[in-house]
């Protein structure tokens, strides 16, 4: 049973609009999230991060709410740009867990149309 | 460029043969992790090794052996693969193993025929 979950498989968005991308999870353990942005025949690259303690963290574009009696992250990005097209991933690490693994969800495909 | 480089970034290899993938870090880290991603589903992580010592095993098929010999270096011996062992390979770093940002190299496209 996956314990992060992205249910959107893919999410196209229009240059310049926002862009909302979900994670859900199950595990109230968690503390720590990060989103990381995977292009094709790259590995995912950290994108932005937020710790239970907190519900918002913002960096340039990218802003990710944490609503923890949801147990629901989002990642925002605005204004929206061609080069934000990729496959965003949810991450969340059990600290309960002494190698503080990451739990990854299966990812959203974001397409930015012109 | 992450500093984490890998190879062969594609290999095709059958289900007899024995083949190996490289990871090597330039980023100075302790850690280094391997996972797989296969098609629509989340990263599975196979293997930690911290400090050279493996930490970490997720209940990985003995046909597939990783192997640690310096804090740079990472490999995984592949023998005895199965079709549905295709997938992506990822392997990653960080300071250490803990909350720390893990650094991903590009990964080696694998096809078992």
């Known amino acids: 049973d996956q314990q992060v979950k992205q249910n959107s498989p893919s999410l196209s968005v229009q240059e310049g609009r926002i862009s909302i991308l979900n994670c859900d999870y199950t595990n109230s353990m968690f503390d720590y999230f990060l989103w990381y942005k995977k292009y094709p025949a790259e590995g995912p690259t950290f994108l932005i991060s937020i710790s239970s303690i907190k519900d918002k963290n913002e960096d340039g574009r990218f802003t990710v709410f944490l609503n923890k009696s949801a147990k629901h992250l989002s990642l925002h990005i605005v204004p929206s740009q061609p080069g934000d097209s990729a496959v965003y991933f949810c991450?969340?690490?059990?600290?309960?867990?002494?190698?503080?693994?990451?739990?990854w969800g299966a990812g959203t495909k974001l397409i930015i149309k012109p | 460029e992450t500093g984490v480089t890998q190879t062969p970034r594609h290999l095709v290899m059958g289900m007899t043969n024995k083949k190996s993938l490289k990871c090597e870090q330039h980023l100075g880290h302790n850690a280094m992790y391997w996972y797989k991603q296969s098609a629509k589903k989340p990263l599975e992580l196979m293997f930690v090794?911290?400090?050279?010592?493996?930490?970490e095993n997720n209940s990985v098929p003995s046909r597939f052996s990783p192997e640690c010999p310096n804090s740079s270096h990472l490999f995984l011996h592949l023998h005895t693969l199965q079709p549905e062992d295709s997938a992506l390979y990822l392997c990653?770093?960080?300071?250490?193993?803990?909350?720390?940002?893990?650094?991903f190299g590009p990964g080696t496209r694998l096809l078992v025929l």
């Open positions: 090794y911290n400090f050279k010592e493996q930490t």
């Open positions: 990653a770093s960080s300071q250490a193993s803990g909350p720390e940002t893990q650094y």
């Open positions: 991450a969340a690490r059990d600290i309960m867990d002494s190698n503080y693994q990451l739990i």
